[in-house]
């Protein structure tokens, strides 16, 4: 069974066409400049040469056309009709407090998407859109919607309610949803298994830390607490989100310079993090760290204070589960900065983690890289977001 994986972007379309009974990637690529001038094509079929292609994309629906023309192409193409395609699964980033689970596409559903617009303003419309595209170009083909939100649905109230007053959770749904949720919910489900632990009471914190970061807590593989809340900005210090702040800083940000709300939170969403820690040195990691190194202090504060934050997640998250059997590292920076895993577990002595330098010596594999002896088996898991979609999609329609 071939499964279209789709996540759009408000200017992009991503896709990977995954062959369901090897779980292997038939072809993938991208979409960029959707609705901007130079809107661009690449799709790399697997064992073939990458093909780019400058097109006109005014929407998400041209963007489509031009994947499925590219994917059924006799020279660059890796199937010969759209029936081959059994389902589409789409990344959808807010369910709100509709969905407990991924399902698949009906008229309700997108209208409980367009309900949530005002929580995902960014990317729920992209989303929508891509669903719509696809019902479109391949009428009668399922769409599932997978939720980044719905891994974040098992926390108990203690762990999702903000202690704010009790009608804005009745009349807004505000509460903590949690992100990154098909991250989590894929790598905390594939480290039980890794890690040979008790598949209904494994402890596993998880650590997604890439340009944007979030640490989960699951007991075997249900979500009990996540560090992002009812947007993507609270929780680690990001590549560009401050993460944690007292909301007290908007209000005095707004006084002294005038500034109304959506533009403080615009700065604290896009320029703060390790690129505004730095003063401006840069939102990525590798940047941060080269720049540390040739004497760059508020870089050096900036690494600092994100792998604190870490550590800080890392033992109230053991303190709520009572206790951690794996702690895994995943993304960008978890799986690829040895540096930063090291110095993370280094801070984690308290719980009997032991890190072994030459397992930890490594990029991108799953791997154990703590000591035999160690307490706490600790991890890297290379996330795969698309799988994880491809396989709730056929959990539901295959
Ligand atoms: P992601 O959002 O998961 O794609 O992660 C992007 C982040 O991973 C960027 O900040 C990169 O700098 C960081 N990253 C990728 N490779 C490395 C590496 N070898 N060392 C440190 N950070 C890295």
Do not use: W
């Not at 499964?3 to 292997?24: F, P, R, T, W």
């Not at 997604?208 to 699951?218: E, M, P, V």
């Not at 993090?273 to 720049?291: H, K, N, T, W, Y």
């Not at 032991?354 to 703590?370: C, L, Q």
Request: hydrophobic share 35%.
């Amino acid at each position: 069974m071939k499964v279209l994986v789709l996540n759009c972007g408000s200017s992009s379309l991503k896709y990977q066409l995954i062959d369901m009974d090897n779980e292997s990637v038939i072809a993938k690529g991208l979409c960029e400049r959707i609705g901007i001038e130079g809107s661009k094509l690449t799709h790399k079929p697997t064992g073939k040469d990458t093909f780019k292609k400058e097109a006109p994309m005014p929407t998400h629906t041209e963007a489509i056309k031009l994947v499925m023309d590219a994917l059924m192409d006799p020279e660059h193409g890796v199937i010969k009709d759209t029936s081959e395609i059994s389902a589409i699964g789409h990344r959808v980033l807010h369910g709100g407090s509709k969905f407990t689970e991924s399902t698949v596409v009906d008229e309700k559903v997108k209208q409980a998407i367009r309900d949530c617009f005002d929580l995902g303003p960014l990317h729920n419309p992209a989303n929508l859109m891509g669903i719509e595209a696809c019902e479109e170009a391949m009428p009668g083909t399922p769409n599932v919607a997978v939720f980044d939100t719905t891994f974040g649905m098992s926390m108990p109230e203690k762990a999702y309610m903000y202690a704010i007053p009790h009608e804005y959770y009745d009349k807004y749904s505000i509460r903590r949803y949690g992100f990154h949720g098909t991250s989590h919910m894929f790598v905390s489900g594939e480290v039980l298994k890794f890690c040979h632990l008790d598949p209904e009471k494994g402890k596993v914190i998880v650590c997604h830390l890439g340009n944007g970061g979030s640490i989960s807590a699951s007991i075997g593989g249900k979500c009990v607490d996540t560090s992002m809340g009812l947007t993507p900005l609270e929780g680690l210090i990001m590549g560009t989100r401050s993460g944690d702040i007292d909301p007290a800083v908007v209000q005095f940000i707004c006084n002294k310079e005038g500034r109304d709300v959506n533009d403080v939170l615009n700065m604290l969403n896009k320029k703060s993090g390790v690129l505004g820690m730095s003063g401006g040195v840069s939102s990525d990691f590798r940047d941060i760290e080269a720049a540390r190194a040739e004497g760059n202090r508020l870089a050096g504060v900036a690494l600092d204070a994100f792998i604190y934050r870490v550590v800080k997640y890392i033992g109230a998250y053991t303190a709520a589960m009572n206790g951690v059997d794996a702690i895994a590292f995943t993304a960008g920076v978890g799986e690829n900065d040895i540096k930063t895993r090291k110095r993370i577990c280094e801070n984690l002595s308290y719980l009997g983690v032991k890190i072994d330098d030459e397992r930890n010596n490594v990029r991108g594999e799953a791997r154990v890289i703590s000591a035999d002896d160690s307490k706490v088996q600790v991890v890297l898991y290379p996330t795969n977001e698309e799988l994880a979609i491809a396989r709730e999609t056929v959990r539901l329609v295959g």
